[in-house]
C-alpha cells in the first residue's frame, strides 16, 4: 500500500498556495509582523550566543568575563534585535515574506512575441567565430 503525504495528494495545499489569490491588507500586516517577529527572535539569539563566546574566551581578567548584569545587556540585546528587525536590516523577514506571500516570490515573466536571446548569424559573417576555427597546419622552420 502507497501512502502519499498529504492524503488529498497536496491539492489544498496548492489552492492555499496559487499566486492569483488575493491576499487581504490585514493579513499580509500579520504574516510581516510575524517574519519581523522570528528576525527579531533570531537576531536575540545570535546576539546572545555572540556575548556568550565572548565571555568563554575572556581572560579570568576582562570586563567580559563577569556576568554581572546580564539581565539587562539581555534587555538591550532584545531592544537591538526588534529595532533591527523592524528596519528589517539582515532581510530573513524578506525571505519569510516571500514564501509566505507568493505573489511576491518572483515577479510575473514578460510576454513577448519576438525572441530576446537569439539573433541569427547572417552568411558570410563568421568573423567572430574565428576563435572555434580548425587551426591552420603551416610548415615548421627552424
Known amino acids: 500500500m502507497e501512502t502519499v503525504f498529504p492524503p488529498d495528494g497536496g491539492a489544498r495545499l496548492a489552492a492555499t498556495a496559487d499566486s492569483t489569490t488575493a491576499i487581504a491588507p490585514a493579513q499580509r500586516q500579520q504574516v510581516e509582523r510575524a517574519a519581523e517577529g522570528f528576525e527579531a527572535l533570531f537576531i536575540k539569539e545570535m546576539l546572545a550566543q555572540m ?3 565572548t565571555r568563554t574566551m575572556a581572560g579570568e581578567d576582562s570586563i567580559f568575563a563577569d556576568s554581572i548584569n546580564s539581565d539587562m545587556l539581555d534587555f538591550a540585546d532584545m531592544a537591538i534585535a526588534e529595532q533591527l528587525a523592524r528596519e ?9 515574506i516571500a514564501q509566505l506571500l507568493p505573489q511576491n516570490a518572483t515577479p510575473p515573466l514578460k510576454e ?3 525572441a530576446v536571446a537569439y539573433s541569427p548569424v547572417q552568411a558570410g559573417a563568421g568573423s567572430e567565430l574565428a576563435a572555434f576555427a580548425m587551426p591552420v597546419n603551416l610548415p615548421f622552420r627552424q
Open 51 to 53: 556575548r556568550k563566546a
Open 88 to 96: 528589517r536590516r539582515f532581510g530573513i523577514s524578506e525571505v519569510l
Open 112 to 114: 513577448s512575441p519576438a
